[in-house]
């Protein structure tokens, strides 16, 4: 036993950084591979000769599997622990995002796409179970910080930078600047087997199917689907709205600050995690705020109409942080990844489905601010989870 602890002992805080880095670049392909498909999509549904909807699918696929994929990830961290699972996710993610730039037919593109989806969805209850053996416990929330900043910068990242700097550097070619984008992922999941620690497997039983009886699970769940559903919802029907309202000329400069505030809302999180992260009147404030931002833009217009949307996804990227921090900050490091993948499927299912649910409302009765509104009407009837969040720490129990 004390050979065991010795080897799982938390680093010294001069490993801190290279520890941070790490965590950074794998929250960076949380998102980039999902989010430079939007900007690639029209040059791949040109060539490829793909419908709208399944040229919509690029991105709405792999955000589906981000909830699917959830439970194979919490299945291979109670096998091969968590750096393993990391690393073997990320090698699926990059079989799948380069394997896009490789595709010859629209099957093989979406099944790529499908793949690439479960890879980065088994990344994310990989990372909150790793954050427990890498760092010290008044690290947590900071960790949680640092590579939920690298996901949001690679939301940025991947939708700015894609077309205006990376693919005239390589010809123009759609295929290319997929493949280049994905391949670096190989190099870092290398890199995380430099730190001295989780080469072993875990030790005794561990369980990985969601604990449904933690009402955790359902609570954090919920109220992650009410941060993605906002976000995703917004971001998928801004066009929509500006065009219903005269306004479609304003659209670029409304998907450059609305997803910009996403960097900010990771930015800010960096610098006061340690004072937030646990604290259930920060996530009622900001899941409040983002619901009165959403509302704002549909019920104002113009400028007041993305300065309420910024708002929302300002908002919105706060609380994703503090709920996505919870895990490894209440329970103990054995049933961090079980809780994070339990939380990630009920989030991720209803950040697919109530925007769709929404679009396909306002389809039905032709008008683009019902599809919002279903959105906040979800997010007004979880609001109140948020007040009986239990946030109380436990302790890791020894392992026998």
Do not use: C
């Not at 890498?134 to 929330?141: D, G, I, R, S, V």
């Not at 930078?161 to 759609?174: E, Q, V």
């Not at 950040?351 to 396909?360: D, E, H, I, R, W």
């Amino acid at each position: 036993m004390a050979e065991h602890q010795a080897t799982t002992a938390p680093p010294p805080p001069a490993r801190l950084l290279p520890v941070a880095v790490l965590l950074w670049l794998a929250g960076l392909y949380l998102r980039i591979p999902i989010l430079v498909a939007p900007p690639l999509a029209p040059f791949i549904g040109d060539e490829l000769a793909l419908t709208q909807a399944l040229t919509g699918a690029l991105t709405t696929l792999p955000i589906l599997m981000l909830a699917i994929g959830s439970m194979p990830g919490s299945l291979a961290i109670a096998r091969i622990g968590p750096r393993n699972t990391l690393a073997m996710a990320m090698v699926i993610m990059v079989l799948g995002s380069a394997g896009r730039g490789l595709a010859p037919d629209t099957v093989t593109l979406m099944l790529a796409s499908a793949t690439m989806g479960i890879g980065v969805a088994m990344m994310q209850p990989a990372l909150p179970a790793l954050l427990p053996r890498w760092l010290e416990p008044h690290h947590l929330a900071l960790g949680s910080a640092i590579y939920m900043n690298g996901m949001l910068m690679g939301e940025f990242i991947g939708a700015g930078i894609t077309l205006p700097i990376l693919m005239p550097l390589l010809d123009n070619s759609w295929r290319a600047t997929l493949v280049v984008w994905s391949l670096p992922a190989l190099l870092v999941a290398a890199a995380l087997y430099l730190p001295r620690r989780d080469r072993e497997k875990p030790v005794g039983k561990v369980s990985w199917l969601p604990d449904w009886s933690n009402p955790l699970t359902l609570r954090i769940g919920l109220l992650l689907g009410l941060s993605g559903s906002m976000f995703f919802g917004l971001n998928a029907y801004m066009g929509s709205l500006l065009e219903q309202q005269g306004q479609f000329n304003k659209l670029a400069d409304a998907l450059f600050w609305f997803n910009i505030a996403q960097v900010f809302a990771s930015l800010t999180m960096l610098k006061m995690a340690k004072a937030w992260v646990g604290r259930r009147s920060v996530i009622i404030i900001t899941a409040s705020l983002s619901i009165l931002g959403t509302l704002g833009a549909i019920t104002f217009t113009g400028w007041r109409a993305i300065a309420s949307a910024t708002v929302m996804s300002l908002s919105a990227g706060i609380l994703l942080i503090l709920l996505v921090a919870i895990p490894p900050l209440v329970t103990t490091a054995r049933e961090t990844g079980r809780l994070s993948a339990g939380t990630f499927l009920v989030g991720y299912t209803l950040a697919f489905s109530v925007p769709m649910l929404g679009g396909l409302i306002a389809d039905a009765t032709g008008d683009a601010r019902h599809a919002i509104l279903t959105v906040i009407g979800y997010s007004l009837l979880v609001l109140p989870l948020a007040f009986t969040l239990d946030l109380q720490r436990k302790k890791d129990q020894p392992e026998s």
